[in-house]
C-alpha cells in the first residue's frame, strides 16, 4: 500500500515536516532530529524509487485520484530517480555534519527556522525532478528558491546578505522567464502536463510562440543553473551562504536546473526540433567551453578557497552542459554521470572546508596556511576530493571525463578533446594552490593552535571523498543509472 | 605459490609495509627494519615469477574491471619482469642507504618520506606488470603523484619551486598527450591490451598513427625527451635516496620502460617502420643524448651533472625504440637495468659526499679520494659502467643498441652512440681524477673518513652489481629475447 504513493512521499515529507519545525524554535536539538529523520526517511524513499523504475517500466502517479492530464502528474524514470537520489543522498548525509556547524554559525533562536527552510528547499528541489507538470515546475522552483535565499542571508558575514538579494533579482527573473514560457506552451497547446505537451508539441511547433516559449524556458532555467555568463550570482552565494547550505546547494540546486533543462530539451521538445530544427548545439557548445574556461581561469586568482571551489563550480557546469550539447547518447550520458559525480566530490569539498571553518573561521588560503599538520584528516579528504575535481584515475571525476572525451571524439571534434584535456590541467593549478599551502607552508604568526575536527564533521566529510573514489573504482551503479537515464530523456515519453 | 598469487602479493607488500611504517612512526628503528623487511619481500616474492616467465609463460592477474572493456589488470612479460626485478632489487639496497642519508643528513619528516617512497615502489611495479595501456596509464600517475611530497621534502621556497615544475610538466604532458592518446587509440582499435605485435595494424592509418606516435612518446614526459626534460634537473632538490633510486631508476625507467612497451606491444616494431615521425622521434633523441652531455659538461654541482646524463642516457632507450628492430629493442631493454646500476652508483657516492663532507659541486672535490677511497672508488665504477666501458655491464647495452643501429642501416646513430661516449668520458672522469690525482683545497690531512657504514656499503654493492652485470648479459638477453616468441 505504502509503497504505491512512494513518489507523493518524496515531497511531502519534507514538506509537512518543515512547518512542524516552527514548533522547535526552544529546541534546537530537536529540530535537528527531526530534520535528520525527515531527510535520512526521503533518502530511503528515493532510494526506494530508483530500484523499482531500474527494474521495471516508469512510474505515473496522480495526485488526488485525478488521471493526468488533467491532475498533477508525478512521474519517475531512471533520468529523475537519479536526480532524486542525488537531492536527497546529500541531505541525508550532510546532516550528521549539519549539527555541529550550523549551532556555531547560526545563532539558537534561529536554528528552528533553519532547518524549516532547509526542509523547505529540499522539498522544491525534489518536487522539481518528480513532477510531471510543467506549472507545478514553477511553483516547486520558487518553493525552492525563497528557502534558499533566507538560507544564504543567515550566513556569518554580512555581505550574505547582498548575496541572497542578488541572487533573489537573477531568481526571480529565471523563473519568471521560465513562467512565460509555461504559458506560451499553455496557451498553444491548452496543457501542462509534460507527457502531453509532448504529444501536442509537435502539431504547433512551427510558430513563433512556440520558439518564443523555448527561449524563455530555455533562458530562464539557464539562469537557475549559472549556465555563463548567466553565473553571476552563485560566486557570492556560495562563498557567503552558511557552511552546510553551500555543501547542500552546490551538490543539488543547479544539478536539479540542469535535469530540467535536459527534460525540456530531450523530452519534451523533442532532439529534433532542440537540436535539428533550433541550433540549440552551436549556442550551447561556445557557452559550455567558455564557461569551463574563463570561471576555471579566475578560480585561480581568489584568494579566498570557498570562492575559488564556487567558481569551479560554474567550469563544472560547463562540463555537465558540453556533454549534453553533443546531442548524442555518449555525450548526455557523460553529463548525467557528471550530474552525479560532481555532486558527490564538491559536497565533499566543501564539507572539508566546512570543517575548516569551524576550527579557525576562515577559508583565506593565507589564513590555511600550515593548517594539514593539525587537520590532518580534514585536508587528506580534500585532496581526495581535490584529486577527483582533477580527474585522475580511480576517481570518480575521472571516468566522467573519460567518457566526455570519448563523446567528444565520437562526434569528430577532437579539438575539444584536446581542449578538455589542457582545462583539467587548470584545475591542477587551483587544487594545488591550497594543497601547497595547507601543506607547505608555516601556520602564520600569532596563529591559535587548533585541533583536528570533530568526528561529527569528519565522518560525513569521508564518507563523501570516499564515495568519489569508490565510484571511481565500482562504477556500474553511476554509469548503468546514467546509460539509462541518456536513453530515456533521448527516447522521450513512451 | 603460483605466479598470479605472486603479481597480486608483491603489489600488496609495499602497501601493507607503508601501514606497518605510519603505525611505527615513533619506533624509529623497529619502523626502518620494517622498510629493509618490506623491500626484501617484495624482491623475493617478485622473484617467484621469475621461473614462468623464463619458461616463456606470461602470468597474469586480473582485479577489477573499471569500465566495460577496461579492466585494471597485470600481465608480466620479460620486459617487464626485468624492470620490476631491478626496482625492487635495487630498493633493499636503497632502503639501507636511505637510513644512512636520512640520519647522517639530519633531514625531517622521516615516516612521511619512506610512506611515500613505497607507494613509488608499488606503483612502479604496477607499471612493469601492466596487461593494459589503462592500467599502466593509472599507475604512472600514481607515481607522480606519491613522488611529489617526496621532491618537496626539504619545504624551503627551491624544493616546493622545483616540485612545482615536477608535478607540472609530468601530469601535464601525460593528461595532455598522453592520456588524448590512449582515448585515440581506444576508439580506434577498441582495445588497450599489450599484444604481441601491436594493435595498430590495419586499424589505424599511417597518417593518424603518425600523430599518436608524437602523442605518445612526449605524453610519457618520464623518458625526458627534449624539450619536456626539466622536470629531472628540478627534481634533484630531493634528498638524494630518491635522486637515486627514483631519479636514476623507478621513475625515469618507468617512462623508458613505457616507451618500450608502447612501441613493442601497441605499435609494434613492423608498423612503427611505416611511420614517417618514427625518424623524426629518432633524431630528437639523438640530439637529446649530445645536447644534454654538452649541457651536463657545464654544471658544477654534481647532482646536476649527473641529472643531465640520465636525460642524455634515458634517449638512448628511446632511440633504441625509434631504430624498431628486434636488437635494438632488446639493447633498449638491457639498458634498463644496465644504466640502472651505474646511475645509481654515481647517485649514492653523491649523497655520500654531502653527508660526510656537505660537499656538492665538483670543483671542491680536489683531493677527495684519500678521505673517502672507497666512495671514490666506486664512483669510478659506477663512472665506466655508463661510459660502457669494459669490464663494466654498460658495455653490452650500448653493444646492442649499435647493433641495432647499424641493422637498420643508420650510420648517423652510430655516430651519435660513439659521440656520447666521448662526451660520457669527458664530463664523468674529471671529478674521480680531482679526487685522487690533486691535493687537497682545504688542506685536510685527516685519515680515511667516509660517511656513515649505511651509506658506503649500498654504494660499494651497487658498483659490485655493475661489474657482475657485464657477466649476466647473457641471460639477460636470454630472457630479454622471450619478447619477441
Known amino acids: ?494 | 605459490m603460483s605466479a598470479g598469487t605472486a603479481i597480486g602479493l608483491a603489489l600488496a607488500t609495499p602497501l601493507a609495509g607503508m601501514l606497518l611504517m605510519l603505525l611505527f612512526a615513533r619506533l624509529p628503528n623497529l619502523r626502518d627494519t620494517v622498510m629493509v623487511l618490506t623491500a626484501a619481500t617484495m624482491f623475493t616474492v617478485v622473484l617467484q615469477v621469475l621461473p614462468e616467465v623464463q619458461a616463456g609463460g606470461r602470468p597474469s592477474l586480473e582485479l577489477f574491471e573499471l569500465m566495460p572493456g577496461l579492466a585494471i589488470a597485470f600481465e608480466v612479460e620479460p620486459l617487464g619482469m626485468l624492470f620490476a626485478l631491478v626496482a625492487s632489487g635495487l630498493w633493499i639496497v636503497t632502503a639501507l642507504y636511505a637510513i644512512g642519508y636520512m640520519r647522517g643528513a639530519k633531514e625531517k619528516h622521516h615516516t612521511r618520506f619512506y610512506a611515500f617512497f613505497a607507494i613509488a615502489l608499488f606503483s612502479a611495479l604496477g607499471i612493469a606488470f601492466a596487461k593494459n595501456m589503462f592500467t599502466l596509464f593509472v599507475f604512472y600517475e600514481i607515481l607522480s603523484i606519491s613522488t611529489y611530497p617526496l621532491v618537496a621534502h626539504k619545504g624551503n621556497e627551491a624544493a616546493k619551486r622545483g616540485a612545482r615544475v615536477y608535478l607540472g610538466l609530468l601530469l601535464g604532458t601525460s593528461i595532455g598527450f598522453q592520456l588524448l592518446a590512449i582515448l585515440l587509440t581506444w576508439s580506434l582499435t577498441g582495445t588497450l591490451d599489450f599484444t604481441d605485435g601491436g594493435i595498430m595494424e590495419g586499424k589505424v592509418g599511417h597518417g593518424v598513427g603518425a600523430i599518436l606516435l608524437l602523442l605518445y612518446m612526449y605524453g610519457i614526459g618520464k623518458a625526458a625527451l627534449m624539450p619536456f626534460h626539466r622536470w629531472l634537473p628540478e627534481a634533484m632538490v630531493a634528498p638524494t635516496p630518491v635522486s637515486a633510486l627514483l631519479h636514476a631508476v623507478a621513475v625515469v625507467k618507468a617512462g623508458v620502460f613505457t616507451v618500450l612497451k608502447v612501441s613493442i606491444y601497441l605499435f609494434g616494431l613492423d608498423y612503427l617502420q611505416e611511420l614517417v615521425t618514427t625518424e623524426w622521434v629518432m633524431y630528437i633523441a639523438a640530439f637529446t643524448i649530445v645536447a644534454a652531455s654538452l649541457v651536463a659538461l657545464q654544471q658544477d654541482n654534481l647532482k646536476a651533472r649527473l641529472a643531465y646524463s640520465t636525460v642524455s642516457q634515458l634517449s638512448y632507450i628511446v632511440l633504441g625504440a625509434m631504430l624498431a628492430n628486434q636488437i635494438a629493442a632488446i639493447g633498449g631493454g638491457m639498458h634498463i637495468a644496465m644504466h640502472a646500476f651505474g646511475k645509481i652508483t654515481l647517485f649514492f657516492c653523491a649523497g655520500a659526499i654531502y653527508v660526510a663532507t656537505k660537499k656538492t659541486d665538483i670543483s671542491q672535490m680536489d683531493g677527495l679520494g684519500r678521505r673517502m677511497p672507497f666512495t671514490m672508488g666506486a664512483f669510478l665504477l659506477g663512472a665506466l659502467c655508463v661510459i660502457g666501458a669494459p669490464p663494466m655491464g654498460g658495455l653490452w647495452s650500448k653493444w646492442h643498441l649499435i647493433l641495432g643501429a647499424l641493422d637498420s642501416g643508420q650510420q648517423l646513430m652510430i655516430a651519435v652512440f660513439l659521440a656520447s661516449t666521448l662526451l660520457n668520458v669527458a664530463y664523468l672522469i674529471p671529478p674521480v681524477i680531482r679526487a685522487f690525482l690533486r691535493p687537497p683545497q682545504d688542506g685536510y690531512t685527516g685519515g680515511i673518513q667516509e660517511a656513515p657504514l649505511l651509506c658506503v656499503a649500498p654504494l660499494s654493492f651497487t658498483a659490485l652489481g655493475a661489474f657482475a652485470m657485464f657477466f649476466l648479459a647473457g641471460p639477460l638477453r636470454g630472457l630479454l629475447e622471450g619478447m619477441f616468441p
Not at chain 1, 32 to 54: G, H, N, R
Open chain 1, 1 to 494: 500500500m505504502i509503497e504505491h504513493h512512494l513518489p507523493a512521499l518524496q515531497v511531502l515529507l519534507p514538506l509537512f515536516a518543515a512547518p512542524l519545525l516552527m514548533f522547535l524554535v526552544r529546541w534546537p536539538t530537536l529540530a535537528w532530529a527531526l530534520t535528520t529523520a525527515v531527510c535520512w526517511a526521503t533518502f530511503l524513499v528515493s532510494a526506494l524509487l530508483l530500484e523499482a523504475v531500474w527494474a521495471g517500466d516508469p512510474i505515473s502517479y496522480a495526485h488526488g485520484g485525478w488521471e493526468p492530464p488533467y491532475g498533477i502528474e508525478y512521474w519517475v524514470d531512471t533520468a529523475n530517480a537519479l536526480v532524486l537520489l542525488i537531492v536527497s543522498g546529500i541531505s541525508a548525509i550532510v546532516m550528521p555534519f549539519a549539527r555541529d556547524s550550523v549551532e556555531q554559525e547560526i545563532p539558537r533562536d534561529r536554528i528552528a527556522w533553519f532547518y524549516t527552510a532547509f526542509l523547505l528547499a529540499n522539498a522544491g528541489l525534489l518536487g522539481i525532478a518528480i513532477t510531471g507538470d510543467a506549472f507545478n515546475i514553477f511553483v516547486f522552483f520558487e518553493i525552492s528558491a525563497i528557502a534558499s535565499y533566507a538560507l544564504i542571508a543567515m550566513g556569518r558575514d554580512r555581505r550574505a546578505l547582498l548575496a541572497s538579494f542578488t541572487y533573489l533579482i537573477m531568481g526571480t527573473i529565471g523563473t519568471t522567464f521560465l513562467l512565460i514560457g509555461i504559458g506560451f506552451l499553455y496557451m498553444m497547446t491548452g496543457t501542462l502536463n509534460l507527457a502531453d505537451l509532448a504529444e501536442r508539441l509537435p502539431a504547433v511547433r512551427d510558430t513563433s510562440t512556440i520558439r518564443a516559449a523555448f527561449a524563455f524556458i530555455a533562458v530562464g532555467v539557464s539562469l537557475k543553473l549559472a549556465l555563463f555568463p548567466l553565473h553571476l550570482w552563485l560566486p557570492n552565494a556560495y562563498t557567503y551562504a552558511p557552511s552546510m547550505v553551500t555543501v547542500f546547494l552546490s551538490a543539488t540546486a543547479t544539478k536539479v536546473a540542469i535535469y530540467v533543462l535536459l527534460r525540456f530539451f530531450y523530452s519534451v521538445f523533442g532532439v529534433e526540433f532542440s537540436f535539428g530544427v533550433l541550433p540549440m548545439g552551436y549556442v550551447l557548445m561556445p557557452l559550455a567551453l567558455l564557461g569551463i574556461l574563463i570561471p576555471s581561469i579566475v578560480a585561480i586568482f581568489q584568494a579566498d578557497v570557498k570562492r575559488m571551489l564556487a567558481y569551479s563550480s560554474v567550469a563544472q557546469v560547463g562540463y555537465i552542459i558540453l556533454g549534453f550539447s553533443f546531442a548524442s547518447t555518449l555525450g548526455l550520458m557523460a553529463a548525467m554521470l557528471h550530474l552525479f559525480n560532481h555532486a558527490v566530490t564538491k559536497a565533499a569539498l566543501f564539507m572539508a572546508l566546512g570543517a575548516i571553518v569551524y576550527r579557525i573561521g576562515s577559508t583565506r588560503i593565507d589564513a590555511m596556511a600550515g593548517i594539514a599538520r593539525d587537520m590532518p584528516w580534514t585536508m587528506a579528504a580534500f585532496v581526495v576530493g581535490g584529486l577527483s575535481l582533477i580527474g585522475i584515475p580511480l576517481t570518480a571525476g575521472f571516468v566522467t571525463k573519460w567518457y566526455l572525451l570519448l563523446a567528444a571524439l565520437e562526434a569528430g571534434l577532437w579539438p575539444i578533446a584536446v581542449f578538455l584535456l589542457a582545462t583539467s590541467l587548470i584545475a591542477v593549478i587551483y587544487i594545488w594552490r591550497v594543497v601547497e599551502a595547507a601543506y607547505f607552508r608555516e601556520r602564520p604568526a600569532g596563529a591559535a593552535p587548533v585541533r583536528e575536527a570533530h568526528p561529527a564533521l569528519l565522518l560525513p566529510t569521508w564518507t563523501l571523498a570516499l564515495a568519489s573514489v569508490v565510484f571511481g573504482i565500482h562504477t556500474a551503479l553511476p554509469i548503468g543509472a546514467a546509460t539509462r537515464a541518456a536513453e530515456i530523456l533521448l527516447g522521450g515519453y513512451p
